[in-house]
Nanobody, 118 residues
Framework: QEQLVESGGGLVQPGGSLRLSCAASGFTFTRYAMKWYRQAPGKGRELVASVSSIGDSTTYAESVKGRFTISRDNAKSTVYLQMNNLKPEDTAVYYC???????????WGQGTQVTVSS
């Protein structure tokens, strides 16, 4: 059974930090690029950060560059999103996605809520 399980969300004050984790199971983790998306209330799903299958390449949305860091531990089949200097506009449900390009295949996690508020 293929599964992605996110954890680490919660309530944090502006300027604070959180570290999200996404643990994968049931598929070959090293064949998949990993991505974090987020969806704020009333808005579409937004790509936040991506990391290649072997972890040698990362990309970020402009809105989080310099504040968020994506990383992966292939030995633990886990991807992380370190979020620093959080802002109220970072409030959203955060989802991880595993994507294989050939053949194309996607797995989504169930999401974890991040709320930035004083």
């Amino acid at each position: 059974q293929e599964q992605l399980v996110e954890s680490g969300g919660g309530l944090v004050q502006p300027g604070g930090s959180l570290r999200l984790s996404c643990a994968a199971s049931g598929f070959t983790f090293t064949r998949y690029a990993m991505k974090w998306y987020r969806q704020a209330p009333g808005k579409g799903r937004e790509l936040v950060a991506s990391v290649s299958s072997i972890g040698d390449s990362t990309t970020y949305a402009e809105s989080v560059k310099g504040r968020f860091t994506i990383s992966r531990d292939n030995a633990k089949s886990t991807v992380y999103l370190q979020m620093n200097n959080l802002k109220p506009e970072d409030t959203a449900v955060y989802y991880c996605l595993a994507r294989q390009l050939n053949p194309r295949n996607d797995y989504w996690g169930q999401g974890t809520q991040v709320t930035v508020s004083s």
